[in-house]
């Protein structure tokens, strides 16, 4: 899609709210949170020390890698004391699938060439002197492949993924779940999770009005860099940039330093955030006061609180814009998660409800 049909649909989304869906004037704050948990299915060791770590006087906060419905409710009734709403998104394995006879040999290949390079974890950087003999099986029978390592990223072994995938497998780990967790103070109005094409990990958008202010959460993909059926960051941004909600945050994978493409395209189209060059990916555990790494590749701005800086002071008007600041939390040495959490408070003055927060009768 151009950016100019883009540019027309954001316009015309305006004249909506501003004509459809009358006015509401409120003077207001909310402070606002994202966190990507890490809660790896088979280890929630730390779950207890993540939930001492979020602060207690936020509105909302979104957290990300909660794959598991147990988990989630967890964090639900630990926090529930000061977080009385939340919503979880919904799982979703998609459509079955069963690999054909040609992935017999491909994935044979594949799996001969794991052993020839002692490559005994699936990360996606262990694998990469496999990367040519996945893209021919990819090529060749792409959901076979797909669920082979989805099934293999759920702990299964090769005979168990193999018996499931030349029967009835799944496109998607961790039973489909999008990791998306949200709790609240107040009430969290027409919450939807909508799927995009995605790979591995179930992707999509989460969108929902709080305290009238229309937010986006998300979790974007990685930009991987051989051909897979999923949606870009970019084309996130897109879907994004049609709906021009108030405010987007999450780990959001991209940045000042780590595939900074998504990032510009959101800062180009009026999407601003708090303060991007806080590190909050810190893998190896060694975060301090918001530093997580002198190396730049450890130490990646990818988990963003942004707000809509070109929407008109007459719909909605942030009141201390160039002020606003982020607050890290579970930074302390070593890390709860491998992200620290970010949090602001935004002050504003909403004159007109977003279409999507006003009209509650639409669909």
């Given at each position: 899609?151009?950016?100019?049909?883009?540019?027309?649909?954001?316009?015309?989304?305006?004249?909506?709210?501003?004509?459809?869906?009358?006015?509401?004037?409120?003077?207001?704050?909310?402070?606002?949170?994202?966190?990507?948990?890490g809660?790896?299915?088979?280890?929630?060791?730390?779950?207890?020390?993540?939930?001492?770590?979020?602060?207690?006087?936020?509105?909302?906060?979104?957290?990300?890698?909660?794959?598991?419905?147990s988990?989630?409710?967890?964090?639900?009734?630990?926090?529930?004391?000061?977080?009385?709403?939340?919503?979880?998104?919904?799982?979703?394995?998609?459509?079955?699938?069963?690999?054909?006879?040609?992935?017999?040999?491909?994935?044979?290949?594949?799996?001969?060439c794991?052993?020839?390079?002692?490559?005994?974890?699936?990360?996606?950087?262990?694998?990469?002197?496999?990367?040519?003999?996945?893209?021919?099986?990819?090529?060749?029978?792409?959901n076979?492949?797909?669920?082979?390592?989805?099934?293999?990223t759920?702990?299964?072994?090769?005979?168990?993924?193999?018996?499931?995938?030349f029967?009835?497998?799944?496109?998607?780990?961790?039973?489909?779940?999008?990791?998306?967790?949200?709790?609240?103070?107040?009430s969290?109005?027409?919450?939807?999770?909508?799927?995009?094409?995605?790979?591995?990990?179930?992707?999509?958008?989460?969108?929902?009005?709080?305290?009238?202010?229309?937010?986006?959460?998300?979790?974007?993909?990685?930009?991987?860099?051989?051909?897979?059926?999923?949606?870009?960051?970019?084309?996130?941004?897109?879907?994004?940039?049609?709906?021009?909600?108030?405010?987007?945050?999450?780990?959001?994978?991209?940045?000042?330093?780590?595939?900074?493409?998504?990032?510009?395209?959101?800062?180009?189209?009026?999407?601003?955030?708090?303060?991007?060059?806080?590190?909050?990916?810190?893998?190896?555990?060694?975060?301090?006061?918001?530093?997580?790494?002198?190396?730049?590749?450890?130490?990646?701005?990818?988990?963003?609180?942004?707000?809509?800086?070109?929407?008109?002071?007459?719909?909605?008007?942030?009141?201390?814009?160039?002020?606003?600041?982020?607050?890290?939390?579970?930074?302390?040495?070593?890390?709860?998660?491998?992200?620290?959490?970010?949090?602001?408070?935004?002050?504003?003055?909403?004159?007109?409800?977003?279409?999507?927060?006003?009209?509650?009768?639409?669909?």
């Open positions: 899609m151009s950016r100019s049909l883009n540019f027309i649909l954001c316009v015309s989304l305006l004249v909506l709210t501003l004509f459809i869906c009358g006015s509401s004037q409120k003077e207001d704050n909310i402070k606002i949170a994202s966190y990507n948990a809660l790896v299915p088979g280890d929630n060791s730390h779950l207890d020390a993540l939930v001492r770590v979020v602060p207690t006087d936020l509105d909302v906060i979104l957290f990300q890698e909660v794959w598991l419905q988990d989630a409710n967890l964090l639900i009734s630990k926090l529930r004391r000061n977080y009385p709403f939340n919503y979880y998104t919904p799982l979703d394995k998609g459509p079955s699938v069963k690999c054909q006879a040609v992935s017999v040999s491909l994935s044979n290949n594949f799996f001969t794991l052993v020839m390079n002692q490559i005994a974890s699936m990360g996606w950087d262990t694998i990469k002197p496999c990367l040519g003999a996945l893209s021919v099986w990819m090529e060749k029978d792409y076979c492949a797909v669920c082979f390592l989805a099934s293999l759920d702990g299964k072994n090769v005979t168990e993924t193999s018996t499931k995938c029967s009835s497998g799944s496109l998607y780990s961790y039973d489909g779940s999008a990791g998306l967790l949200v709790l609240s103070k107040k969290i109005e027409r919450p939807k999770f909508s799927h995009l094409p995605s790979f591995l990990l179930r992707r999509g958008l989460l969108e929902m009005c709080i305290d009238d202010l229309y937010i986006i959460g998300s979790h974007f993909p990685f930009n991987y860099t051989i051909p897979l059926q999923q949606d870009l960051q970019t084309d996130f941004i897109e879907d994004i940039i049609q709906k021009r909600p108030n405010i987007i945050l999450g780990d959001l994978n991209t940045g000042l330093n780590y595939q900074p493409e998504g990032y510009e395209l959101l800062k180009e189209y009026g999407y601003r955030s708090v303060n991007p060059n806080i590190a909050t990916y810190c893998p190896t555990n060694s975060s301090v006061a918001g530093s997580c790494s002198t190396e730049a590749e450890l130490a990646q701005k990818i988990d963003h609180i942004m707000f809509d800086t070109e929407i008109h002071e007459n719909v909605l008007l942030w009141k201390q814009k160039t002020r606003y600041a982020i607050e890290v939390f579970g930074n302390r040495a070593p890390t709860v998660s491998d992200h620290i959490g970010i949090k602001t408070e935004l002050q504003y003055n909403l004159k007109r409800k977003h279409l999507y927060c006003n009209c509650k009768k639409r669909r």
